[in-house]
């Protein structure tokens, strides 16, 4: 029962890795996109300040409204990139803490393999290991 549990983990963990290897050019084209928004707001910014130097004339007004509204859904492109960046975070944090666990699994399975394995060896087994190794402590002939 435990060996099936320990399998089914096993394919799991795979399916996240594979899912993992899948998100690493996710998350380079998250990084992109975020970049991509902070260079056109610099820009919109920049074209902001060009244009209040200028006599306010009402065409110069209507672009200075028509920045203001681009910056504010930039504004909200931005957020949502932060959102995103942070849920595939949270997920790489999640498959971290699965394959600690995972290998925490392992280790104690081995350990208790050892453990079982001693308590099942019988006292001539013992005997004899002991025997065997005194034998390995006189010289060679």
């Not at 970049?35 to 919109?44: E, M, N, T």
């Not at 959102?83 to 997920?91: A, I, T, Y």
């Not at 803490?97 to 079982?116: M, T």
């Amino acid at each position: 029962q435990p060996q099936v549990q320990q399998q089914q983990q096993l394919a799991n963990a795979q399916v996240k890795a594979e899912q993992q290897h899948q998100q690493q050019p996710q998350l380079q084209y998250l990084q992109q996109l975020q970049l991509q928004v902070l260079l056109k707001q610099q820009q919109l910014q920049q074209e902001h300040q060009r244009l209040q130097a200028q006599p306010q004339t009402p065409q110069v007004q209507q672009k200075l409204q028509g920045i203001v509204q681009a910056q504010q859904k930039l504004f909200e492109q931005h957020q949502n990139l932060q959102n995103r960046l942070l849920e595939h975070q949270h997920q790489q944090q999640q498959h971290q803490q699965l394959l600690l666990l995972q290998q925490r699994q392992r280790q104690q399975a081995v350990k208790q393999e050892a453990e079982e394995d001693a308590s099942q060896r019988s006292p001539e087994t013992s005997q004899l290991n002991q025997t065997a190794g005194a034998l390995n402590l006189l010289p060679a002939q």
